[in-house]
C-alpha cells in the first residue's frame, strides 16, 4: 500500500469516524430526550426508527448518485443532509414535537446511508488483495467515535434547556467537520457502466448467489441484533435504576467493541477466512446475551453490549468482504444499494420493536428474541461453510 492509499485511507477512516461518531449521539440522546420530556416512553425509539428508514429510501438514490458524480460529491451531500438533520431534531426537542424529531430522523437517514458507503468506497481506492484490509481500516475510525459520541453527550446533555439540545448541536457541527475532511480525499473518477468490462446481471440474478444470499443474511442480523439492544439499552439502563450517566457509559463499551477489533479483522479474514470469521462474530453475538438474560446490574449491561459489539464487528466486516466478490464492478452501484436497502429494512423493524417489545415483555426477552435471530445467521454462514468444503472436495 503506497503513501497515496494510505493517506486516502487515513482520511476516510477519519470521516467514518466523525460520521459515526455523529450517529451514536443520535442513539445515546434520542430514546431518552424523547422519553423524557415528551412523555411517549413506548415511541422513545420512533426517531431512530425513522432514521433507519430514511436510510432504506436513501440507499438507492445515493448509490446511483454517486455511480454517475462520484463519492465525493455523494459523501459531500450527505454531509449537508446530516447537518439540516441534526437542526430539525434541535428544534423537535424545543418545540416538543415528535414528529418533527422524527422528520430530523429521517433526513439524517440520507447522512447515514452515505456513511454505510464509506467501506465501499475504501475498496474502491486500493488493490483487490487488500480489500479486507480497506474495509478494515475504515471501519476502525468507529474507534475514535467511541470515544467521541459519548464523551459529547456527557459533556453536553445538561450544557442548554432543554436537556440534549446542545448534544444535537454538536451533531451539527460534526457533520460540518465531515463535509471539510471529505475535500481532501481523492477518489477515483466515477464510471460509467457500459465502459466497465462484463455485462450487467439483473438484480435477482445477483441476489440468487449463494455468497451474495448469506452475505446479506449475515449483514441484517449483525445490524438488526445490534440495533435491536443498542435502541433499548439506555431506557433498559435508567429503567432499573441506574442514572443516565451509566447509559452514556454502556453506549461507550458497546461502540468500541464494535470498533476496536477493526484493527486486526482484515487480517484475520486473510489468516483464518472470511466464513471462518463470520461464524466467529455469530457465535459471540449469542455469547452477548448470556450476561444480559442473567441480571441487570451495570456490569450485567457492560459485557453484555460491549461483546454485542465485537460480534457485530467480527460477523459485519466478514459480510461486507465476502459481498464485494458477488458482484461485477458495472453492478456495484444497485448490488451495494439492496444489501443496505434490506440491511436496514432489518434496524428500522427492530429498533421500532425494541422500545415497544421492553415495555410489555421487558430485557431478557429481547434478549432472547436476538438469540434467534443470531442463529439464523450461524445456520446460515454454516450452510455456505459446508458447501465450500464439498465443493473443495469434488
Known amino acids: 500500500m503506497n503513501a497515496k492509499m494510505r493517506r486516502n485511507l487515513l482520511l476516510l477512516a477519519a ?20 422519553a423524557t420530556f415528551l412523555g411517549a416512553r413506548e415511541f422513545a425509539t420512533l426517531p431512530i426508527t425513522v432514521q433507519h428508514i430514511g436510510v432504506m429510501l436513501s440507499v438507492f438514490p445515493t448509490a446511483l448518485l454517486m455511480q ?10 450527505g454531509s449537508m443532509m446530516g447537518m ?38 475504501a475498496v474502491e481506492l486500493v488493490p483487490g488483495a487488500l480489500r479486507a484490509k480497506a474495509i478494515s481500516w475504515v471501519t476502525a475510525g ?12 456527557r ?47 439483473g438484480l435477482l440474478e445477483i441476489a440468487r448467489q449463494p455468497r451474495f444470499a448469506v452475505s446479506v443474511a449475515a449483514a441484517m442480523v449483525a445490524f438488526g441484533t445490534m440495533s435491536f439492544l443498542m435502541s433499548a439499552s439506555p431506557i433498559a439502563i435508567v429503567g432499573c435504576g441506574l442514572p443516565q450517566t451509566e447509559a452514556h457509559w454502556v453506549i461507550f463499551l458497546h461502540v468500541m467493541g464494535m470498533f476496536v477489533p477493526s484493527l486486526f479483522t482484515g487480517n ?79 434496524t428500522a423493524s427492530s429498533s421500532f420493536l425494541a422500545a415497544y417489545l421492553l415495555n410489555i415483555y421487558g430485557w431478557f426477552t429481547l434478549n432472547a428474541i436476538a438469540l434467534v435471530m443470531v442463529c439464523g445467521a450461524l445456520a446460515a454462514v454454516g450452510w455456505l461453510r459446508w458447501q465450500h468444503r464439498e465443493e473443495a472436495a469434488a
Open 268 to 346: 484475520l479474514i486473510n489468516r483464518y477466512g472470511v466464513l471462518n470469521m463470520m461464524m466467529a462474530g455469530g457465535a459471540i453475538l449469542a455469547l452477548a446475551v448470556l450476561p444480559a438474560m442473567s441480571g441487570q446490574g451495570a456490569w450485567n449491561f457492560r459485557f453484555a453490549l460491549m461483546l454485542n459489539g465485537v460480534g457485530w464487528n467480527f460477523l459485519f466486516v466478514g459480510a461486507t468482504t465476502m459481498l464485494t466478490t458477488a458482484y461485477r464492478p458495472s453492478e456495484r452501484g444497485k448490488a451495494q444499494a439492496f444489501n443496505d436497502f434490506l440491511m436496514f429494512g432489518t
Open 15 to 34: 470521516c467514518q469516524a466523525l460520521g459515526q461518531s455523529a450517529n451514536t449521539m443520535m442513539f445515546a440522546a434520542t430514546a431518552l430526550s424523547v
Open 155 to 201: 459533556l453536553t446533555y445538561d450544557q442548554l434547556a432543554p436537556i440534549y439540545l446542545a448534544t444535537y448541536a454538536s451533531m451539527f457541527c460534526v457533520h460540518v467537520l465531515v463535509f471539510t475532511v471529505m475535500s481532501f480525499i481523492e477518489f477515483p473518477p466515477p464510471h460509467v457502466p457500459e465502459t466497465i468490462e462484463g455485462p450487467q446481471r
Open 68 to 77: 454517475r458524480r462520484g463519492r465525493k460529491f455523494g459523501f459531500r451531500l
Open 142 to 153: 468507529g474507534i475514535l467515535a467511541g470515544m467521541i459520541g459519548p464523551g459529547v453527550v
Open 84 to 121: 439540516v438533520g441534526a437542526c430539525l431534531c434541535g428544534a423537535g426537542l424545543v418545540a416538543g414535537s415528535l414528529a418533527l424529531m422524527c422528520g430530523g430522523g429521517l433526513v439524517l437517514g440520507y447522512a447515514v446511508a452515505n456513511l454505510q458507503m464509506y467501506r465501499f468506497a
